[in-house]
């Protein structure tokens, strides 16, 4: 059972366009929702995060945008670059006990940018 | 990659032998995860460690099994490797804060 669901599986974007991924949990018990950013051949690398107790949180041309009630949280990348051309994921995780996090990850999205 | 490395990077093996997987971190974390990525299954976690001598089992913890003798080391072993085991493992490390770093990964191929 896919607890974090993730959108679109693969994205084609023109540069200087706007890149959007959603993700969609069940478990209201997450307190924890980031976002990674894998190149090939490489490990995935924190992006930026986010907690419910927030609705949105910018980083550079990175935004995560947390709709609680909905139970969703979407990454926009603004003017996008080719360099933005990597496997993004999504996960979310509650926190349990000794302040241990285990991630419940989306299947990836694979951005193209185009130049 | 956040003072984590991983050994081998590659490795061929057959199906039946042992293989051990080692992730060494110099960040002195609390808490480190084994996850293996596959086409279609997206990264799923397979053991992690909260302390020396304690781990705890993931969702895909059937034929692997893990050790912590010290806080640097965590090594992942596949008893008798299977050809469904063929695989990109990563390990992980967090400390106090929520944030999980990754080594680069160890691909694995199992014949």
């Known amino acids: ?115 | 990659d956040a003072g984590i490395t991983q050994s081998p990077r590659h490795k061929v093996t057959e199906t039946g032998t042992p293989v051990t997987l080692r992730c060494h971190q110099t960040e002195n974390h609390r808490y480190m995860y084994w996850y293996r990525q596959d086409p279609g299954h997206g990264l799923r976690l397979i053991h992690y460690s909260y302390g020396v001598k304690d781990t705890d089992k993931g969702e895909v913890s059937d034929g692997y099994s893990v050790s912590r003798s010290k806080t640097e080391d965590f090594l992942l072993t596949l008893e008798s490797a299977t050809s469904s085991q063929t695989s990109v493992y990563f390990c992980a490390i967090s400390g106090l804060q929520d944030e999980q770093y990754f080594g680069p990964g160890t691909r694995l191929t199992v014949t």
């Open chain 1, 1 to 115: 059972q896919q607890q974090v669901k993730q959108s679109p599986q693969s994205l084609i974007v023109q540069k200087g366009g706007i890149s959007i991924i959603n993700c969609a949990y069940e478990n209201t018990a997450f307190d924890y929702f980031p976002w990674y950013q894998q190149f090939p051949g490489k490990g995935p690398a924190l992006l930026i995060a986010i907690r419910p107790d927030v609705s949105e949180k910018k980083e550079g041309r990175f935004t995560i945008s947390f709709n609680k009630s909905a139970k969703q949280f979407s990454l926009h990348i603004m003017d996008s670059q080719p360099g933005d051309s990597a496997t993004y994921f999504c996960a979310a995780s509650p926190l349990a006990a000794g302040n241990n996090r285990k991630l419940i990850w989306g299947l990836g999205t694979s951005l193209a940018v185009n130049p």
